[in-house]
């Protein structure tokens, strides 16, 4: 049975490394696009034969849209119409075009053209009824673009019953005309798809924060036994990731926030995995992801991560790399940022940010005045899936494991 090859992500395709016919192994880069300004690969679904190819290079791809699809050597050989690009189409016997299931659609259960993952979540969200759109992806697929751009028809207004006054228009707003001190920059597919999803977020998620300071000294002096103990040339283990790990673990008591919410279900995530900003040399952000990031060694977390973020910043990215995120977390202690609260990634429940580590007046058990080392952070949380009381216990967690570090090792009794 052939299986597609189905895009994550907008973009735009840069290369084909397989020809139509080519043998391909599970997981292997079979492809390239361009994603936000980064190089992302295509890696293959499954291993097989390239039977087809639905895009071209140079094309615009929307997530969901169909790329080409993977089959058994023997369809290939089988005259089943696989071509090397979606121009050319097999012919019948009499002349007559064949469609082939790319070009035709697969038929689902209730009659209905294909429909692309993230298109159906979307019409579900928005409560429209996939049956009234029509897709514009191959083979008439129904993607994202489609539902995004859907408008239903309204019924012409009655005379016995005078059409609704419309709300006032916002107001348009026109910028000043370019001159020696007006500059005007277009934004990049980048910033448009970061306005696209803060102004989804802020305007579907109705946020709530909870903010705690953490005793930072015992992480500092945990991180720095970590990194002495590790050989020579080993990853460096950062306090971003051991935030990370402490949000993985402090996750697992708290199963309902590792979590997405798709208007009528919350689905629950069984395994972890952590969503990290990274902050990119030319502007704006990435979200790479720390697969199972409750679990594996943390000198391995520690050089994913890194690996991860090398390739951000490169724009060379693996759709891994970008895939997965149950909960997500952001990092300005960098730049010296002591607070801030971050927007919640949708579908996600929530997202934690934290800031720098800092030498703070502190007033000891015995009453005197002291230096220490505090960290503020800060949770976001979807108060459609959790509530205030879940928030607090959930930091209250997140910094005695950060307070008690020997616990993210780890090991049974460290906890």
Not at 264 to 279: E, F, K, L
Not at 319 to 328: C, E, N, P
């Amino acid at each position: 049975m052939a299986v597609d090859i189905t895009a994550t992500v907008d973009g735009t395709l840069l290369n084909w490394l397989k020809d139509v016919g080519d043998s391909v192994s599970d997981g292997e880069v079979i492809a390239e696009m361009d994603a936000d300004k980064a190089t992302l690969e295509i890696e293959a679904p499954a291993a097989g034969v390239l039977l087809a190819r639905s895009a071209e290079v140079g094309d615009s791809i929307r997530e969901g849209d169909v790329l080409g699809q993977l089959g058994a050597a023997e369809e290939a050989g089988a005259g089943n119409g696989a071509s090397g690009s979606a121009e050319e189409a097999p012919a019948a016997a009499n002349g007559a075009a064949v469609e082939t299931p790319a070009e035709a659609g697969e038929a689902l259960p209730e009659g209905r053209a294909r429909i692309s993952p993230i298109a159906r979540r979307l019409a579900r969200e928005r409560g429209i009824d996939l049956a009234r759109v029509k897709g514009s992806g191959p083979g008439g697929r129904v993607v994202r673009a489609d539902i995004e751009n859907y408008r239903e028809e309204k019924p012409a207004p009655t005379a016995s019953a005078p059409a609704a006054t419309p709300s006032p228009a916002a107001p348009q707003r026109t910028p000043p005309p370019p001159d020696e001190d007006v500059e005007h920059v277009r934004p990049d597919s980048m910033r448009r798809r970061i306005a696209a999803t803060t102004i989804e977020s802020q305007q579907t998620i109705p946020h709530f924060y909870v903010t705690m300071d953490i005793d930072a000294g015992p992480l500092q002096d945990f991180r720095r036994q970590v990194n002495e103990a590790l050989e020579a040339g080993g990853a460096r283990v950062t306090v971003n990731d051991l935030v990370v790990r402490a949000t993985a673990m402090t996750l697992r008591d708290f199963p309902n926030l590792n979590s997405h919410w798709y208007g009528d279900r919350i689905v629950r995530y069984r395994r972890i995995n952590v969503g990290v900003a990274v902050a990119l040399p030319a502007g704006g952000l990435m979200y790479v992801v720390a697969q199972d990031a409750d679990r594996v060694p943390l000198d391995e977390l520690a050089a994913n991560n890194r690996a991860m973020a090398l390739r951000a910043r490169e724009g060379r990215v693996k759709l891994s790399d970008l895939t997965g995120a149950t909960f997500s977390t952001s990092n300005l202690g960098a730049w010296g940022v002591s607070h801030f609260a971050a927007v919640i990634n949708p579908p996600e429940a929530g997202v934690l940010a934290f800031g720098a580590a800092q030498k703070v007046p502190v007033v000891g058990e015995d009453g005197r005045l002291t230096a220490g080392e505090r960290m503020s952070a800060t949770i976001s949380i979807d108060h459609r899936v959790s509530d205030g009381a879940e928030g607090a216990a959930f930091m209250q967690r997140f910094r005695e494991l950060l307070e008690k570090p020997l616990a993210l090792l780890g090991w049974p009794g460290s906890s």
